[in-house]
């Protein structure tokens, strides 16, 4: 089982909408996907449904019950998250940071996919711990060669203290407005330091994608043809390609 958490510490980087649009590409080629928001915010639970079910709320793994996946098609479905799951943030008992690990192990299927807050705390934790492959989305223009060397770090220290084994497939400019010059310098610079990890796709900035979240699609299905959509499904290929060493 594919187990991947999306994070990057910094808010607005496109998190959230990377990983509804991976668990629509997953979901249709063939792979049983379970999806898990573990923001607070659940931004990405309102992306899917406006009333999330209190038995399929992430947050059950921090009063001692497994949440139920809710079914969104054949072979998709998501636990979601909402802002009763803040209350646990200060909860940083050791026996808290390994809550998703064990629901990982009972959940079956083949691939799952996490979303994370903006912060490098208990449940960002909980994702890190709990996941084998992270891939990380950068926004160009708030690029911080710091702010990532600070994850990429946090992942350092959680891989020794937890001996687990997590490697990280892939950077990817997931909001990118390429034309302007200065995103071609900061992408420069990002590859002269990261060259094996950045992704050669890049996800284009357009109000088309903002359009179809809000309309619970991902962009692909409204407007198939659109740069971003064949960005989504390019940018697939090439995780796959990390993932399964295919083509
Ligand atoms: N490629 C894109 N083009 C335009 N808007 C985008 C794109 N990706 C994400 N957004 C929008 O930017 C905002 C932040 O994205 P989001 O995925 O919520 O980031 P994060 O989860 O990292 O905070 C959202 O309003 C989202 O709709
Ligand atoms: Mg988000």
């Known amino acids: 089982m594919l187990k991947i958490g999306v994070t990057n510490q910094k808010g607005g980087v496109g998190k959230t909408t990377l990983v509804f ?3 629509y590409l997953f979901s249709r080629s063939n792979k049983k996907t379970t999806v898990i928001d573990m923001d607070p915010q659940g931004n ?4 899917f449904t406006e009333d999330l079910p209190e038995k399929s709320n992430i947050k059950l793994i921090f009063e001692g019950n497994l ?8 072979n998709l479905s998501i636990i979601g998250a ?4 803040s209350k646990y943030e200060a909860e940083a008992k050791l026996a808290n940071f390994f809550k998703l690990r064990n629901l990982l192990e009972q959940l079956n299927g083949d691939v799952i996919l996490i979303d994370t807050p903006p912060s490098l705390g208990l449940f960002t934790s909980n994702v890190l711990i709990a996941v084998n492959h992270i891939l990380v989305p950068a926004d160009i223009s708030k690029f911080s060669l710091s702010g990532l060397s600070d994850l990429l ?3 350092e220290n959680i891989k020794e203290s937890t001996k687990s084994k997590i490697d990280v497939i892939g950077i990817l400019f997931a909001f990118t407005n390429i034309r302007m010059n200065y995103s071609k310098a900061i992408r420069k610079e990002a590859e002269s330091k990261y060259k094996d990890l950045l992704f050669d796709t ?3 900035e357009s109000v088309k994608v903002k359009e179809a979240i809000s309309k619970k699609q991902p962009v692909f299905d409204l407007y198939p043809k659109h740069k971003t959509s064949i960005a989504y499904k ?11 060493g295919k083509r």
């Not at 390019?234 to 399964?244: A, H, M, V």
Request: proline fraction near 11%; hydrophobic fraction near 35%.
């Open 234 to 244: 390019e940018f697939f290929n090439e995780l796959e390609r990390r993932l399964y």
């Open 82 to 85: 909402d802002i009763t799951l």
């Open 153 to 155: 770090d946090s992942i």
């Open 202 to 204: 890049v996800i284009p």
């Open 67 to 74: 949440p139920e996946p809710i079914p969104i098609n054949k």
């Open 44 to 47: 990405l639970t309102s992306c």
């Open 21 to 23: 649009h991976l668990s």
